[in-house]
């Protein structure tokens, strides 16, 4: 009984591990995208600024945001594999519905 104890705690140990790899990773991407998007922004502003264009045109150029919006929107779909995927079709999701569908054979 003690070994199936030290192997659950185990494969929740290296569960527990990936999970949070997975964040840490998750974190730099997003501070990555916060700061290099930040820098290109203001760098391309600051450019229609000194070439003579007025702050709100220079603010509101789409132009200037294309950067950040295609790179958002790769860190909307790391995200999503980070938060929302582990959660939906995780391991102990298909323990249960394994669980579930033996106990149905077994009724039936």
Do not use: C
Not at 27 to 41: C, E, G, R, S, T
């Amino acid at each position: 009984m003690e070994q199936i104890d030290n192997f659950q705690q185990d494969k929740a140990y290296r569960r527990a591990k990936k999970r949070v790899k997975d964040l840490k990773e998750f974190y730099k991407h997003f501070l990555l995208y916060f700061l290099v998007n930040a820098i290109f922004i203001g760098r391309r502003i600051y450019k229609d600024i000194d070439q003579g264009d007025p702050w709100v045109e220079a603010f509101t150029d789409r132009g200037n945001y294309d950067f950040f919006f295609w790179w958002g929107i790769g860190l909307i779909i790391h995200a999503a594999t980070v938060f929302i995927a582990p959660n939906i079709l995780s391991k102990e999701w298909e323990e249960r519905k394994i669980k579930e569908q033996m106990e149905k054979n077994e009724v039936g």
